[in-house]
């Protein structure tokens, strides 16, 4: 599972587009994430791939506020 979550975490890497700033802060978060898993991996510790998934909930829900966001901004343009 945890090569998996790292199939996972790279995939979202290579999907960032560069033009905006924001896809370099996001490259360093998954690749620290990444880091983290392979650790884990490595040493066989489940303490890093807790403190990975702690970091992808937090995006998740950062991810579902946005959504929520433009929805609305979308249904008050018309």
């Known amino acids: 599972n945890l090569v998996k979550a790292q199939n996972i975490v790279n995939e979202l890497m290579t999907s960032l587009d560069n ?7 996001l ?29 992808l909930i937090e995006l998740r829900q950062t991810w579902a506020q946005a959504a929520k966001l433009t ?7 018309g």
């Open 19 to 25: 033009t905006y700033e924001i896809s370099n802060n």
């Open 27 to 55: 490259a360093s978060l998954y690749e620290y994430i990444n880091h983290l898993l392979v650790t884990s991996n490595i040493q066989k510790s489940a303490e890093p791939a807790e403190e990975a998934i702690g970091y």
């Open 71 to 77: 929805v609305g901004q979308n249904l008050q343009n």
